[in-house]
């Protein structure tokens, strides 16, 4: 591989990318989007390898289908898969992210009434 830069490394440049773009809150929320362990990313940033392993590549996929796998594990090509349909995916992220408010609130309100 002509990129030095582990998969690690490549990872939270799409965590970052993904916080700065609101898909996600924080690396915690990553991790546990993707069913990480807390602190996941930081100890494969800080291991010698910098490898993130085949099953947890599976879990971030499956959760961030515009990652594009190819470049996480190579560092070749582009960072996503189809930059066309990441508006749509974020505004998609952004009303789930608003009914799950919403449906916290009506259990508030409802646990509340209860009371």
Known sequence: MGNKESAAIRLHKFVMYAKSEKMIKSVRNFEDECGLSN???????????????????????????????????????????????????????????????????MNIRGNNEKM
């Open 39 to 105: 602190g996941y990313l930081n100890n494969a940033l800080h291991a010698s390898s910098g490898g993130i392993g085949s099953d947890n590549i599976a879990r971030i996929i499956e959760k961030f289908p515009m990652l594009n796998i190819y470049w996480l594990c190579t560092g070749k090509g582009d960072m996503l898969n189809y930059k066309e349909k990441e508006k749509e995916y974020k505004e998609i992220m952004t009303l789930i992210s608003k009914l799950q408010n919403a449906v916290k609130k």
